[in-house]
């Protein structure tokens, strides 16, 4: 097996991180059936680790290998499905989907089918091998969980029954893809994708660029333009269509439709228990904390999905699993089921909207060990207080912000401008609002990010105007001063 080492690794080549070597097994849609989750267990017993983890972008990944999976697990892992039988498009299958997709009341389209067909493309064309590691499609089927604000390359965000409006990852690191004002119908999709990553795939060949570091989707439209680079996906587009790219910014087709704005989060949306559209049918959105998926937990919940569901388990980008198609008879067993394995299934719980990179342990680039210090304080609000509204936390080692882009309720930024390792963290609250850490007597030391934050929801809850009153909207109402009184009162 080739041992070359990446920056994003998939299964045939993993990188090394600082707490060895790191690598991911691409889940195109993030569907996975039982027997996918017995070999997923074998491969985290064998490899000697606790757990598997969620990414977000619904694939898994395996930290502090000591070596390479040897031949023989790779075989076994693609006999089930989970690596390419194309060892050159492996890395390159991020395939993400409404997690909800077929099951969704409210969805307009069915993304599932298309997201196969890709998958199948990728395939059969093993000259996209060149594509970045991090090259990725998303589907959205328009209903009430979406995909469409995740930083996907390509998005195709269903506005019709068999209607598509194409989005492209042309703004900053991070955001979401905007539209550019083309719609296409079902079946020109396949073609338009194919010759965005065709005219993408000659853009890597003429741009050149170091192997590891190779450049992103935006990179390319950046040096040619938007025009130009419509231009170019104009000859390499097999159907009849004529078209120019325009970036149309934040329209209508923004949004999903629920009517949800771009960059707004819905990653509550999902966990807890919701009707299907299917009557009588009912799916279950379970909570893993940072993504960490035991391997009890993994056979266990593969069992109750092949028991008592339709042998189907969803991955979400928000590094929690949906069981779908729980029959009303089912669910209250289902529920308990899930329960006895330690999971939570509700977004209120202090784990549920937790967010952490890999910090310290795994990372160069991090000031802090985001990942205990986040554990440490869902364990804090666990013991102390009762949430009754989601509140999302997310911990970043640097600026990077790799485990959420988005903005949440209160971010951690690790800062080790004035200290050595363990740093200190600097915050932001409530979104967009206050941001301290300019001064040194603002950063906080890890120890004391549980009390402070612990007060700080403490204040939400005294001081709020009514139950209804959101996190960020009483953060909002509290001056710099104000908030800086509540995290550091003795
Ligand atoms: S956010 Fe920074 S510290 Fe965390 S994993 Fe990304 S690069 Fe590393």
Redesign the pocket.
């Given at each position: 097996m080739s041992v070359e080492r990446s920056i994003c690794p998939d299964i045939y080549h993993p990188a090394v991180a600082r707490d060895g070597l790191l690598t991911r097994l691409r889940i195109p849609g993030g569907v996975l059936n039982e027997s996918q989750c017995l070999e997923i267990a074998h491969l985290v017993e064998i490899t000697g680790l606790e757990y598997i983890q969620v990414t977000n972008r619904a694939n898994l990944q395996l930290r502090a290998l000591s070596r390479d999976l040897d031949n023989e697990v790779l075989t076994k892992l693609t006999d089930c499905g989970l690596a390419a039988t194309n060892t050159a498009v492996d890395g390159i299958r991020n395939i993400l989907i409404s997690p909800t997709a077929g099951i969704d009341s409210q969805e307009l389209c069915d993304v599932r089918p298309l997201a196969d067909a890709w998958h199948e493309y990728l395939s059969h064309h093993s000259e996209l091998g060149v594509l970045s590691t991090k090259f990725s499609v998303g589907f959205d089927g328009g209903g009430s969980v979406g995909i469409v604000d995740r930083p996907n390359d390509i998005t195709l965000l269903a506005v019709g029954d068999h209607e598509f409006s194409l989005h492209l990852g042309i703004g900053e690191r991070g955001s979401a893809p905007l539209p550019v004002g083309v719609r296409l119908e079902l079946d020109e999709c396949l073609p338009m994708l194919g010759a965005i990553a065709q005219s993408y795939r000659q853009g890597i060949e003429e741009l050149g660029g170091d192997v590891r570091r190779k450049p992103r989707l935006r990179d390319v439209i950046r040096h040619y333009g938007l025009a130009g680079f419509s231009d170019r996906v104009q000859r390499e587009f097999t159907g009849s269509r004529r078209f120019i790219f325009k970036n149309l910014g934040l329209d209508r087709d923004s949004c999903g439709a629920n009517g949800s704005a771009l960059a707004e989060t819905q990653c509550e949306h999902h966990l807890g228990v919701h009707p299907q559209s299917q009557a009588g049918f009912w799916y279950l959105g379970v909570v893993l904390p940072l993504g960490r998926w035991t391997i009890d937990q993994i056979k266990g919940l593969g069992q109750i999905a092949a028991r008592s569901g339709s042998d189907n388990l969803r991955l979400t980008p928000w590094q929690n699993i949906i069981i779908p198609d729980v029959t009303t008879a089912n669910l209250e067993r289902v529920q308990r089921l899930v329960a006895d394995l330690g999971l939570v299934q509700t977004a209120n719980h202090p784990s549920s909207l937790l967010r952490?990179?890999?910090?310290?342990t795994?990372?160069?680039?991090?000031?802090?060990d985001?990942q205990a210090d986040a554990i440490a304080l869902a364990n804090y609000l666990a013991t102390n207080f009762t949430l009754d509204r989601p509140l999302n936390i997310h911990f970043?080692?640097?600026?990077?912000?790799?485990?959420q882009h988005d903005h949440a309720d209160i971010t951690l930024w690790?800062d080790d401008r004035h200290t050595q390792l363990p740093g200190r963290y600097r915050l932001s609250i409530g979104g967009v609002t206050a941001e301290f850490g300019q001064e040194e007597s603002d950063l906080l030391p890890p120890e004391k990010v549980p009390i402070s934050i612990g007060k700080l929801i403490a204040a939400y809850h005294d001081l709020r105007l009514d139950p209804q009153e959101s996190f960020s909207t009483f953060t909002n109402r509290q001056s710099l001063i104000q908030l800086q009184q509540i995290l550091h009162a003795v």
């Open positions: 952490a990179c890999a910090g310290a795994g990372c160069q680039f991090s000031a802090t985001t970043s080692g640097c600026d990077k912000s790799c485990a690790g």
